[in-house]
């Protein structure tokens, strides 16, 4: 099978973009294009572009992914520490899930915005939702 492309229809044709770097800016909470400007105007709201670079950032569509990555790595984070406490040491239950408790909360507000960065970093280098068009 074979695909023909017209002209209006053509792949952009710009240099690609190193998904790694945008990555671990994206982590940082950093412009993925730049890496000098903040990525976040606020705890989770993305700028509408970055004041060093002015690279158009508003229209990324990371929606629920920060949130399901988050619980992802939070739960994965956890739940083996948890069998260990649980097994070995036989805390109360209140010490226990309270102890706990306070662990995912404080992780997840870590994380939650740094892998939030991450999607948009992803979404940048791999040019998708809008980061293809030119400036």
């Known amino acids: 099978m074979t695909h023909q492309i017209d002209a209006a229809h053509r792949v952009d ?26 990525l976040m105007d606020g705890y989770l709201k993305v700028a509408d572009r970055c004041p060093v670079c002015r690279e158009e950032l ?41 102890l706990f408790a306070v662990a995912a909360v404080a992780l997840s507000l870590y994380l939650l915005p740094r892998l939030k960065g991450v999607v948009v970093g992803i979404q940048w280098a791999k040019r998708m939702h809008g980061f293809s068009r030119p400036a």
């Not at 508003?58 to 949130?67: C, K, L, Q, V």
């Open 58 to 98: 508003g229209h990324h569509r990371a929606d629920d992914g920060p949130a399901y990555l988050t619980i992802l790595v939070v739960g994965h984070l956890l739940v083996p520490f948890i069998h260990v406490v649980f097994t070995r040491l036989r805390p109360d239950p209140m010490v226990m899930g309270t």
């Open 13 to 38: 044709d710009e240099a690609p973009r190193d998904t790694r770097t945008a990555v671990l800016r994206g982590f940082r909470r950093r412009c993925p294009s730049c890496g000098q400007g903040p």
